[in-house]
C-alpha cells in the first residue's frame, strides 16, 4: 500500500543551512525516546530515499514554515519548495508558508506559485509566530480567501511543543478557535497539523463539528506511548476515518518507526488505506 507522509522535511539545503532542519530535530536531540532517523543525523537525501521506500512512503509533503523569527523555528523560501517539489515530483509535494508578520507578501507568493508542480497548499502557524494570533484572527481571512480562491486546503500547525518553542505558552496550541474559522470559511479545508497535541480531545471534538476539517497528528498519532495518541485512534476510528491524515514528522521521528507504530497503536484494519493514502490524496488531489 502507498503512503502519503503529510509533514516530511527532508535534508536538502533550504531546510538544512538554516534552523528549521535542528529544530525539528528538538526530540531526537533532547529525548533518549526518540533517537532519530539516520538519514536526518547525516543529512542524506538519498539515504532518507531509501527510508522512504522501505516504509512505502510515495510522497513525502513539505510544510512551508515562515516563523519570522518566532524563537528558533526559523523559516525556509517557498521558492525553495516549489524548485524542490518539481526537482523530485515523483517523491514530494508542497504547501506554500505564509510569514504572519508579512502577509501581503506571502499573499503574493501563493498568487505566483499556487498553479506550479505539486503544489498543494498553504502552510500557516498562527501559535508559534513572532506575534501569537488564534486561527480566526482578522487578519488571517485574506489567506483563508485566497486558499477558496485557488481551491487550496490550509494546513494549521498546532502543538504545545511548537508553541513554546516559538516563544509562547503552550494555550496557543488550542484548535477551539480553528473551528470558528472553519465555520466562517466552510468552504476551504484545513488540516491541522500536529493535531492541536496535547489538546487531543478538544481537537477530536472541534473536527468532528466541521467537515471541513482534517486531523493530521503525525509523530503524535504514529508514536506507541505517546500521551494523547489513543485519543486521535479513537476519533478516526468512530468519527473520522474519512478526515484522520498519516504523517511522520520526519526528521523527528524516523519514517520507518512512525509506520511501524502507527499499524500497532489500534486503528481499525479498514480505514487504515484510508488514512494512509486515500484521505490526502482525495484531499490534495493525487490520482491513485
Known amino acids: 500500500m502507498p503512503i502519503i507522509d503529510m509533514r516530511l522535511r527532508p535534508p536538502i539545503p533550504a531546510w538544512t543551512k538554516g534552523s528549521v532542519f535542528r529544530t525539528a530535530m528538538h ?3 533532547n529525548l533518549v525516546s526518540f533517537k532519530g532517523p539516520r538519514s536526518a543525523w547525516l543529512e542524506s537525501l538519498d539515504l532518507l530515499f531509501e527510508e522512504m521506500d522501505s516504509a512505502n512512503i510515495k510522497y ?7 516563523a ?3 524563537g528558533n523555528l526559523g523559516g525556509v523560501d517557498n521558492r525553495d519548495i ?5 526537482k523530485w515530483p515523483d517523491r514530494f509535494l508542497g504547501f506554500l508558508g505564509i510569514d504572519l508578520e ?4 506571502g499573499l503574493a507568493e501563493v498568487r505566483e506559485y499556487a498553479r506550479a508542480t505539486n503544489v498543494k497548499g498553504i502552510s500557516i502557524e498562527p501559535g508559534s509566530g513572532m506575534r501569537p494570533r488564534w486561527s480566526d484572527d482578522e487578519s488571517l481571512d485574506p489567506i483563508y480567501e485566497i486558499a477558496q480562491e485557488f481551491d487550496l486546503p490550509v494546513s494549521i ?3 504545545g511543543l511548537l508553541s513554546a518553542l516559538g516563544g509562547h505558552d503552550i494555550s496557543w496550541s488550542r484548535p477551539v478557535s480553528i473551528q470558528r474559522a472553519a465555520q466562517k470559511y466552510p468552504k476551504v479545508k484545513f488540516i491541522v497539523s500536529h493535531a492541536a497535541w496535547p489538546y487531543a480531545e478538544e481537537m477530536v471534538v472541534v473536527a468532528l463539528a466541521c467537515p471541513n476539517i482534517y486531523v493530521s497528528p503525525d509523530l503524535y498519532g504514529a508514536t506507541v506511548g505517546m ?3 489513543d485519543t486521535y485512534v479513537k476519533g478516526a476510528n468512530m468519527f473520522l476515518e474519512d478526515r484522520t491524515l498519516f504523517g511522520s514528522a520526519y526528521p523527528t521521528k524516523d519514517i520507518q518507526e512512525a509506520v511501524r507504530d502507527f499499524l500497532a497503536l489500534g486503528y481499525r484494519q479498514d480505514i487504515i488505506p484510508k488514512i494512509m493514502w486515500g484521505n490526502a490524496a482525495k484531499l490534495l488531489k493525487i490520482k491513485s
Do not use: D, K
Open 68 to 70: 519570522s523569527g518566532a
Open 27 to 29: 526530540y531526537p536531540r
Open 227 to 229: 500521551i494523547g495518541a
Open 60 to 66: 513525502g509533503v513539505l510544510m512551508g514554515r515562515a
Open 157 to 159: 500547525s498546532l502543538s
Open 102 to 105: 508579512a502577509i501581503p507578501q
Open 82 to 86: 516549489v524548485e524542490a517539489v518539481a
